[in-house]
């Protein structure tokens, strides 16, 4: 995999927030369009994945390599794949926590509130990172760069999903109160695109929103959305409400009119984590 992919330490959002960041360049300049990834459980930089021996076995999902693989699908895109804060490290399993965009517990099971100021915390991340951007002097002419000008795309990879969900409370959080914050709400705006891909976390519930208010506000964005799911999740028997929830998050937007697009992928394979994690180099053939 050739991308060149830079890792950024610290990168201030809010006061007292600070995530890593990873960025790959795109392949066509110039270009205004942002994707922000988060992942899921496991996914970590390659040197703390080797560190432990249930995340050896996946190091081709690093998040350096999914970076680059993201890179390969949307060459016309700036990645920015977001590390968690914390990574919850127990004998047999290595859990991300996403703390900083979604409350949870200790191994980031999700608990959605009206406002985490997650919004917030990911327009000012997102202002620090193109200020580093601008530093590589690529091609493109970027000295005016700045967030307003972007089309920015979100997407959500299994536990990584718990962050847009939270993203979808405080849209419906904003729209109540049209007063607050003017800047997340032009921020807002720049959304063009929602990727949810094969959602999934620890808990027993909230793995899609089903929330019919909160539903709404997020219809009124009229953000394309795009749903892509394997039987991983979808058909775990064990876990009948991802698949039950998943059918009312589908069903209720498009019953709204958001512009949805919802693909099974290896619907005709036997549930596995690796179709689960392939998912990822399946999307950008699939781009409308």
């Keep these: 995999m050739g991308s060149k992919v830079w890792i950024w330490k610290n990168i201030p959002g809010i006061p007292g927030r600070c995530n890593d960041v990873l960025y790959t360049r795109p ?10 990834f988060f992942g899921g459980d496991v996914q970590d930089t390659r040197e703390n994945m080797e560190r432990h021996p249930d995340s050896k076995e996946y190091m081709k999902w690093s998040l350096e390599n999914t970076a680059t693989i993201l890179s390969e699908q949307f060459p016309s895109s700036h990645i920015f794949v977001i590390r968690p804060v914390r990574m919850s490290i127990t004998r047999s399993a290595v859990f991300s926590c996403f703390d900083n965009f979604v409350s949870g517990d200790k191994y980031g099971t999700p608990s959605f509130c009206p406002m985490h100021k997650a919004l917030k915390h990911l327009r000012e991340l997102l202002m620090c990172c ?12 970027i000295d005016d760069y700045n967030i307003e000008t972007t089309n920015l795309s979100l997407m959500g990879f299994s536990k990584g999903c718990a962050v847009l969900n939270q993203f979808l409370h ?28 094969d959602a999934g976390h620890n808990g027993p519930r909230n793995t899609w929103i089903t929330e019919q208010s909160v539903l709404r506000s997020f219809a009124k964005l009229k953000i394309n959305t795009h749903i892509h799911v394997t039987p991983y999740q979808v058909r775990d028997t064990y876990r009948p409400w991802i698949r039950e929830e998943e059918n009312c998050f589908n069903e209720n937007l498009q019953r709204m009119g958001v512009p ?17 994690f392939n998912v990822l180099t399946c999307i950008g053939s699939n781009v409308r």
């Design 130 to 141: 193109l200020e580093h951007v601008k530093t590589l002097r690529m091609r493109e002419d």
């Design 27 to 36: 392949k066509s300049l110039p270009t205004s369009n942002l994707l922000v």
């Design 260 to 276: 949805v697009q919802r693909i099974l992928h290896f619907g005709d394979k036997a549930r596995s984590l690796s179709s689960h």
């Design 170 to 197: 405080e849209f419906h959080y904003y729209q109540e109160h049209p007063n607050n914050d003017t800047d997340i709400r032009g921020f807002t705006k720049l959304i063009r695109d929602m990727w949810w891909l």
